[in-house]
């Protein structure tokens, strides 16, 4: 891999046979080309790598929900932090779990080393510089980590090159070396850096590593000894584990708002079910449903399998964990909708969720009243089970009758209205003339002046003008809401006034 | 002596329950939905739109509503009033929120609360449900509608689903109908009149269109909402028409609900020729109903 990089094109990163040719990143090409000729070179895509690390993070949830990326900026020296404190044991021990997880990424195509230690940095240089054993593992015994990383070179502190070449200079060999030195000497040299990065994997100062995204305290996992391949069968070891996850909801009497179930295929692939409830649950049978629903509709995982047949080995599902995101304490006041006899209202709960989690929350709504005059803007959607706070709405039915289906622009239409002040006889819209026999009217509404023109410049004069509404009734009884935009008077023969349909009456 | 009528309909719900093959509850007695009109109730075999089962109500907006210059997208004003004030019945009678299913494309001719309101919908008890036009097509669009109005249907706590709907095969039909009787709910299909609608599994199938209102006839203002109200077909009933008409009992904005009334016979004003003759016993459609029934 080469990269450009300050004037030269330098290699980035080097396989493991071109590293026993004697090529090392920071070379530059021509340097590589001229010790071995037939050296294949490929551009570096750092944006996909950061991708590739991202997703391997992701994957590596199956052992721990902590998981952040690290050292993207060294190129070469990137790797993986997990905070595994509490997890080892779910995997029957520590080097049980390195072993899988190195032989686990091998599969799928990425060679690994782990190393495990008290501290991140203690961590990081096991990773990089200990002698690792068949399963290319490192694992530094509790409170060992000072004695083991003594005889590790100074590059295993994670310092840049250039002090790297300074402390080589001064015959300072391996961490041992450096940790013997007075601390005021080599901070005067080369700054704090050495100093903090040594405190830092021997834990005498904390280092805080921000995770890829916040662990959540309610999740459960589950590993299957086989690979799941049929879908019932995922969707049986889900039910279990929400079943499990609510037990413990229940306990501490607090429901979920926020799912999320993730499938961890043998490919290497992860995907995510994210459901919401509209109020707080702990009861399986729902949440089931809402991720049921979701899980049925998975699209086939995208495969570079030659055949078939690995394709689906490469879709089996190895691990699943479940995670409730948000939760809060269950309250004992419920919906404020009609709770009519025998009516339960956890089940129009269980209704609008499922309706929200396939057609999204937006389009699950109730209406509710605004205090204002103007047609248009007196509904308002709200979500269809955000408790009405107990405040009370506007009363719905305004003096004057109002049409039930409202046309969200008002809609022109030609009239012939030959008597000012008056409604058309004759209007015609969406190609169909309506003759008008009976009319009422007009009601005038006056624009809201003193409210600044809606944001995104969809206002027209159309909005800021006084409306005169005619309530009328065609020959065959069918009633329409009509305006006319403007002040009749301040027509002139060039400019008529201009007529639009608003609302259907019944 | 002459049967009681409350038994009658008790008997006969009992008897469409055993018809239904036991598969779902069969209907409660004081579940179904009467119009509070003698006339029309007796007329129905469940003594009133009936529970546990989908209606279809058309819209009946004169002849060129199959044409191409049929009012785009919306369903008109008289369909949507008429089943908002069956919905507004539901809602008091079961004590239960309405489910209102409705394509994105409305959202230009979107439902009114404030209109809603003026047809004894409570808005506060009513779920809008909107199904968004996928980038699928309408196919995508019908099926995602159906299982919305089927999920509603089998739902126990909503007291009717109303879902604007156009394209129905008849196996949809059926498992709307389904659901409803297992479910219990009952829902309301509306649909546009194309003439040519193929057959359905829904118990009733009505078409309803405008009539000039009722009074007052002073000053040439619009008056009572009126409807043609044909029932094409019914299981278990013969195809009929009535003029209703929305009778607002409390003048004033009073917080009783109004209700169905049939128009009273006329007496001092006529009607349009077009509109034919409101003697109810002869509907003025009665040709097209024989065609479609």
Known sequence: ?506 | MPADPQLLQRLRSRIAAIERGGSGTPLADDDGLPFAIPEIDEHLPWGGLAAGAVHELLDGDGPTSNSTTRIGGALNGAVTAFAAALAGKAQRARARPIVWIAPRITARESLYAPGLAGFGLDPADLIAVRVPLSSQGDGDFAATALWAMEEALRAPTVGLVCAEIEEMSLTASRRLQLAAETGGGMGLLLRRDTGALPPTASISRWRIAALPGGPPEYANLPGTTRWQAELLRARGGRPRSWQLEWRDDGQDNSQTPGGFALVPPLRDRSLPAESGTPDETAPPHSAKYRRTA
């Open chain 1, 1 to 506: 891999m080469a990269i450009p990089e300050g004037g030269a094109v330098r290699l980035s990163a080097v396989t493991l046979a071109a590293q026993k040719a004697g090529l090392s990143p920071g070379q530059t090409l021509a340097d590589a080309r001229a010790l071995t000729p037939d050296v294949a070179v490929h551009d570096a895509d750092p944006a996909g790598d950061a991708a590739t690390l991202e997703r391997i993070a992701v994957w590596c949830t199956r052992y721990t929900p902590w998981t952040a990326p690290s050292g993207l900026e060294t190129g070469g020296a990137a790797g993986l932090w997990l905070d595994v404190s509490g997890c080892a044991h779910l995997f029957a021990g520590e080097a049980a779990m390195l072993d899988d997880m190195t032989t686990r990424l091998a599969a799928i195509g990425y060679t690994a080393r782990a190393g495990l230690a008290d501290t991140a940095g203690a961590a990081w240089a096991a990773a990089r510089f200990g002698q690792p054993g068949r399963a290319r593992c490192v694992i530094f015994p509790p409170g060992e980590h000072a004695n083991l990383l003594a005889p590790f070179p100074n590059a295993a502190l994670r310092l840049p090159a250039d002090i790297l070449d300074g402390l080589e200079r001064l015959g300072l060999r391996n961490v041992g070396d450096l940790s013997d030195l007075p601390r005021a000497g080599l901070a005067r040299r080369f700054g704090e850096l050495p100093a903090r990065r040594l405190d830092q994997a021997l834990g005498r100062v904390d280092e805080p590593i921000s995770p890829r995204a916040p662990a959540p305290v309610w999740r459960l996992r589950t590993a299957f000894a086989e690979a799941l391949g049929r879908e019932e069968h995922i969707a049986a070891a889900a039910r279990n584990l929400t079943e499990a996850l609510c037990n413990r909801l229940a306990r501490a009497e607090r429901g979920a708002r926020r799912l999320e179930l993730c499938l961890y295929r043998v490919g290497g692939r992860v995907d995510t079910i994210m459901a919401g409830t509209s109020r707080a649950s702990h009861d399986p049978d729902h949440l089931m449903r809402l991720l049921a629903e979701q899980l049925d509709r998975l699209p086939a995982p995208p495969t570079s399998a030659p055949d078939p047949l690995s394709a689906a080995a490469e879709a089996m599902v190895e691990t699943l964990t479940l995670a409730a995101l948000v939760t809060e304490p269950l309250r004992a006041a419920q919906t404020q909708l009609m709770g009519g006899r025998d009516s339960d209202p956890a089940a129009l709960e269980r209704l609008v969720d499922r309706l929200a989690g396939r057609l999204g929350p937006d389009n699950v709504m109730r209406f509710r009243a605004r205090d204002t005059h103007l047609p248009e803007r007196v509904q308002e959607a709200a979500p269809a089970l955000a408790g009405s706070s107990g405040a009370p709405e506007a009363p719905w039915q305004p003096p004057q009758p109002r049409p039930p289906r409202l046309l969200a622009r008002p809609e022109p239409v030609e009239a012939m209205a030959p008597v000012p002040d008056d409604p058309p006889v004759l209007f015609r819209w969406r190609g169909r003339t309506h003759r008008i026999t009976r009319a009422e009217g007009p009601e005038r509404i006056e624009p809201e002046w003193w409210r600044p023109p809606e944001a995104g410049g969809n206002t027209t004069a159309l909005d800021r003008d006084t409306r005169d509404y005619y309530r009328v009734e065609d020959a065959d009884g069918r009633r329409f809401w009509l305006y006319r935009e403007g002040l009749y008077d301040r027509h002139t023969p060039d400019t008529p006034p201009r007529w639009f349909l608003h609302g259907l009456f019944g």
